[in-house]
Structure formats: structure tokens, C-alpha cells
């Protein structure tokens, strides 16, 4: 369990290394929301960790109900009063006080005891599913804050292209050189533009409340941490991850599994000896004033045979289970390898669009605003530039995010931390 926490630590501070500013970087600012602060609140507040504990005092509870013996039962009987004939008087009466319990054979109290423990132990690693769970999802709604603050600039970026244009037209419209429809569909993109804006200002807004909803916030008054979601790491190869995940907590929770079904198979096998019945006790005779001890015991027959029936479903219970962790090993790797192949293609798509198209579609950009204001190109040329150059950031952006997404999923998996290393600033107009 120390592993599995020690990697949960490490994975939290892995995305917190990675979507924060540099550490040379400026202090950040108290109403500035990073991604170890996002951690730290949900861990603190969210209810599914909290229940845990009171589900822990439920089965420390149901642990000390299963470790009691059976209880003792003080008796008493009154015979042969208010009858006829020779019975009609006190004197024949007869009282008997008496004692009676249960012998439990065949260890059933160590049986419920190590049942009840087991399931107690089972649920430290359901609480880290959990937790994984849950870092997973503060990752990826953070994540969709850092999206729409960066889809945010390049759409105000697209303005500023389209701000110039419009004046640029009017350049040529005042100069006799371009007809009025030109300065017209200029002024329609800028429009556009702006609406695009709104839209994704309005965007980083909700997505900022979906993941203050996670520690109970309605009014968010924070704001993320300027990170770039394009830088990303490199990851281990198919076959080294296939490894890591063989020590998840989800793979880990069936040797917890095995342990509660087999202590269940042992409380069902004990099931088969017969407990004895046993009474002691005392007996007053009235007509003699006489007192005698009375004692019973009884034994169930054919015990061992209706067990059968219960022993049978643990065995099978316990059988099922190997198959259950072969289908759930199958269908995380299944998972795993899907995340890989998307990681490493929105990677690859990442790393070329900014290393070869945007530089390139940047400085056509600069030379078609020079041959426009020369007339040397129309309008409609350097409008649709812009729109290709605008959509090439906002491709490099969705594939950045797919491959984050496909990221988080892995550290899920694994319980891996892989940290961006620092990379150079890029060529100006080469990034988002």
C-alpha cells in the first residue's frame, strides 16, 4: 500500500510540475488555482473520500459483532399448575431455572473474524481506485480550464488579424484601389471573430465552475495558472507500461478479493459441523420441596448436507474470480494500449505542425498583409491565410489536448509520473 501511495504522491506532483509555471518563474498569486491546489481540495472535501471512513466504522462495527460468542439465555418454566385431578393445588408444581448457549463448532468464530477483517483490509484499496478516480477527473476538468484559456488567445489572436485586415481594406477603399464589398466581408470576419471570443470566454467560464463543483464551490473566484498544455513527455514504450500495469490498484483490489472469498468458503465450510445446544439448570419439586439439577444437550442432524449447497457457490465464487481478473486485466490493457496509440499520434501531430506548418504559415501570413496593402494579392487570399493559420493553432491545440487527455489516462493505468522536460522558447508565431 506505501507503493501504490508513494505513486498516487508522485503522479499529483507530476501534473503539477507540468501544468505550473516555471520554477524560476514569478510567485503565483493567492487567487491563482494550480493543479496540486485542485488535488489538495478535492482530497480534503469531496464526499466519495469521506464516505469511506463511516464505511470503515460500519465494518469495524460488523468486525466486532462477528467476534462476539453466542449468547448465554437465562430461562425459567413452571410446570404442572392450574390443572386438575392431583394437579389442581400448588403442590405439584415444579419451577426450573436454567442456563443455555450454543457450542460453536469448527472454528466459525475465527471464520467470521477473518472475514469481517478482510473486507476491512479490502477497503484501504477501494479508497485508492477511488482516489485515482477522482485526480483523473480533477485533471481533466483543470484540463478543459487550461483548454479554453488557451483556445481563448487564439481567438483573440484571430481578432487582431481580422482588426488588421479591416483597416487595411480601408486603406485601399480610401485609396480608390478596393470596392466597399471588401472592407464589407472584412468587417463580417471580424464579427466572427469576435463571436468566437465571446463564445470561448464564455466556455473557459463553465468549465471553470465544473471543476470548482468538484470541492463543493458555486461561486469560483479563481483563476488558473498559465500553463501550456503542447508540452509533452515522453512516455515509456507499449511493453514497459504493459508492466506498471500489472501493480494497479485495480489489478491489486482482486488478491484483496481472493482473501474475502476465501475466508468465505472457510465460514461456509464450518457451516457443515453441527453446533451443539446445551441447557443446564435447576429444579424445584413443591411436593417434596426437593431440588434437582436438569441438563440438555441436542445435535442437528444432516448439517453437513444442506452446507453443501453454500460450500459449493464459495468454491465457485472463488473459481470466478481468476476469470474476473484475466476479463479486467484484458480490458485495462485494452485501455492502455488505446491511450498509447492516441498519445503517441496527437504527439507526432503536436511536434510537426509547430516545428514545420505554423512557422511557415506565420511568415505567409506577415508577406500576404505586405502584398495585400501592395495590391500585389486580393483580399480573399490573405483572408483565407489567415484562416488557415488560425485553424492550424487551434488543430495543434486539440491535438495537444488529445494527447493530454490520453496522458492522464495512463498515470491513471500505471500510477506513472512523467514530467515535460523544459523545452526552449518557441519562434514567435510558431505557438498558440
Given at each position: 500500500?506505501?507503493?501504490?501511495?508513494?505513486?498516487?504522491a508522485?503522479?499529483?506532483a507530476?501534473?503539477?510540475?507540468?501544468w505550473?509555471?516555471a520554477?524560476?518563474?514569478?510567485?503565483?498569486?493567492?487567487?491563482k488555482?494550480?493543479?496540486?491546489?485542485?488535488?489538495?481540495r478535492?482530497?480534503?472535501?469531496?464526499?466519495?473520500?469521506?464516505?469511506?471512513?463511516?464505511?470503515?466504522?460500519?465494518?469495524?462495527?460488523?468486525?466486532?459483532?462477528?467476534?462476539?460468542?453466542p449468547?448465554?439465555?437465562?430461562?425459567?418454566?413452571v410446570?404442572?399448575?392450574?390443572?386438575?385431578?392431583?394437579?389442581?393445588?400448588?403442590?405439584?408444581?415444579?419451577?426450573?431455572?436454567?442456563?443455555?448457549s450454543v457450542?460453536?463448532r469448527?472454528?466459525?468464530?475465527?471464520?467470521?473474524r477473518?472475514l469481517?477483517?478482510?473486507?476491512?483490509?479490502?477497503l484501504?484499496?477501494?479508497?485508492?481506485?477511488?482516489?485515482?478516480?477522482?485526480?483523473?477527473?480533477?485533471?481533466?476538468?483543470?484540463?478543459?480550464?487550461?483548454?479554453?484559456?488557451?483556445?481563448?488567445?487564439?481567438?483573440?489572436?484571430?481578432?487582431?488579424?481580422?482588426?488588421?485586415?479591416?483597416?487595411?481594406?480601408?486603406?485601399?477603399?480610401?485609396?480608390g484601389?478596393?470596392?466597399?464589398?471588401?472592407v464589407?466581408a472584412?468587417?463580417a470576419?471580424?464579427?466572427?471573430?469576435?463571436?468566437?471570443?465571446?463564445r470561448?470566454?464564455?466556455?473557459?467560464?463553465?468549465a471553470r465552475?465544473?471543476?470548482?463543483?468538484?470541492?463543493?464551490?458555486?461561486?469560483?473566484?479563481?483563476?488558473?495558472?498559465?500553463?501550456?498544455?503542447?508540452?509533452?513527455?515522453?512516455?515509456?514504450?507499449?511493453?514497459?507500461?504493459?508492466?506498471?500495469?500489472?501493480r494497479?490498484?485495480?489489478?491489486?483490489?482482486f488478491?484483496?478479493?481472493?482473501?474475502?472469498?476465501?475466508?468465505?468458503?472457510?465460514?461456509?465450510?464450518?457451516?457443515?459441523?453441527?453446533?451443539?445446544?446445551?441447557?443446564?439448570?435447576?429444579?424445584?419439586?413443591?411436593?417434596?420441596?426437593?431440588?434437582?439439577?436438569?441438563?440438555?444437550?441436542?445435535?442437528?442432524?444432516?448439517?453437513?448436507?444442506?452446507?453443501?449447497?453454500?460450500?459449493?457457490?464459495?468454491?465457485a465464487?472463488l473459481?470466478?474470480?481468476?476469470?474476473?481478473?484475466?476479463?479486467?486485466?484484458?480490458?485495462?490493457?485494452?485501455?492502455?494500449?488505446e491511450a498509447h496509440?492516441?498519445?503517441r499520434?496527437a504527439?507526432?501531430?503536436?511536434?510537426?505542425l509547430r516545428?514545420?506548418?505554423?512557422?511557415k504559415?506565420?511568415?505567409?501570413?506577415?508577406?500576404?498583409?505586405?502584398?495585400?496593402?501592395?495590391?500585389?494579392?486580393?483580399?480573399?487570399?490573405?483572408?483565407?491565410?489567415?484562416?488557415?493559420?488560425?485553424?492550424t493553432?487551434?488543430?495543434?491545440?486539440?491535438?495537444?489536448?488529445?494527447?493530454?487527455?490520453?496522458?492522464?489516462e495512463?498515470?491513471?493505468?500505471?500510477?506513472?509520473?512523467?514530467?515535460?522536460?523544459p523545452?526552449?522558447s518557441?519562434?514567435?508565431g510558431?505557438?498558440?
Open positions: 500500500m506505501r507503493m501504490r501511495l508513494a505513486a498516487v508522485a503522479w499529483v507530476a501534473c503539477a510540475v507540468a505550473s509555471p520554477a524560476a518563474g514569478p510567485a503565483v498569486s493567492p487567487n488555482l494550480t493543479l496540486d491546489d485542485a488535488f489538495a478535492v482530497a480534503e472535501s469531496h464526499p466519495d473520500l469521506r464516505l469511506f471512513g463511516s464505511r470503515g466504522d460500519v465494518l469495524a462495527a460488523e468486525r466486532d459483532q462477528a467476534a462476539l460468542r449468547a448465554l439465555v437465562a430461562g425459567a418454566t410446570e404442572n399448575v392450574f390443572g386438575t385431578g392431583d394437579f389442581t393445588g400448588s403442590q405439584a408444581a415444579e419451577l426450573t431455572l436454567s442456563l443455555a457450542l460453536e469448527g472454528g466459525k468464530l475465527d471464520a467470521r477473518t469481517a477483517q478482510s473486507r476491512i483490509d479490502a484501504a484499496i477501494e479508497r485508492e481506485i477511488r482516489r485515482l478516480d477522482l485526480l483523473a477527473e480533477v485533471a481533466r476538468r483543470y484540463l478543459a480550464v487550461v483548454a479554453a484559456g488557451r483556445q481563448r488567445e487564439i481567438a483573440q489572436l484571430d481578432v487582431g488579424q481580422r482588426e488588421r485586415t479591416v483597416a487595411a481594406a480601408r486603406q485601399r477603399l480610401h485609396a484601389a478596393s470596392p466597399e464589398s471588401v464589407l472584412a468587417q470576419a471580424l464579427a466572427r471573430a469576435e463571436l468566437d471570443r465571446a470561448v470566454e464564455q466556455r473557459e467560464q463553465a465552475q465544473h471543476l470548482a463543483a468538484l470541492w463543493g464551490e458555486r461561486d469560483p473566484g479563481f483563476e488558473i495558472v498559465a500553463a501550456d498544455p503542447t508540452a509533452l513527455p515522453a512516455i515509456d514504450d507499449l511493453a514497459t507500461l504493459e508492466t506498471l500495469l500489472l494497479t490498484p485495480e489489478l491489486a483490489q488478491a484483496d478479493q481472493q482473501r474475502i472469498r476465501e475466508a468465505r468458503l472457510q465460514l461456509a465450510r464450518t457451516n457443515a459441523s453441527p453446533d451443539l445446544d446445551w441447557q443446564v439448570g435447576v429444579r424445584r419439586l413443591q411436593a417434596t420441596d426437593d431440588v434437582a439439577l436438569v441438563g440438555s444437550l441436542s445435535l442437528p442432524l444432516g448439517t453437513a448436507r444442506r452446507a453443501q449447497p453454500e460450500i459449493r457457490a464459495a468454491e465464487e473459481a470466478m474470480l481468476e476469470i474476473e481478473r484475466e476479463a479486467k486485466g484484458l480490458s485495462l490493457y485494452s485501455t492502455l494500449t496509440g492516441r498519445y499520434t504527439q507526432l501531430e503536436v511536434r510537426r516545428d514545420d506548418v505554423l512557422p504559415l506565420a511568415k505567409a501570413e506577415v508577406a500576404a498583409e505586405r502584398a495585400y496593402r501592395a495590391g500585389a494579392i486580393s483580399y480573399l487570399e490573405w483572408a483565407q491565410l489567415q484562416s488557415e493559420h488560425t485553424a493553432r487551434r488543430q495543434q491545440l486539440e491535438a495537444a489536448l488529445e494527447a493530454q487527455h490520453a496522458l492522464i495512463i498515470q491513471r493505468l500505471t500510477g506513472q509520473a512523467f514530467v515535460a522536460a523545452a526552449a518557441p519562434a514567435q510558431t505557438s498558440p
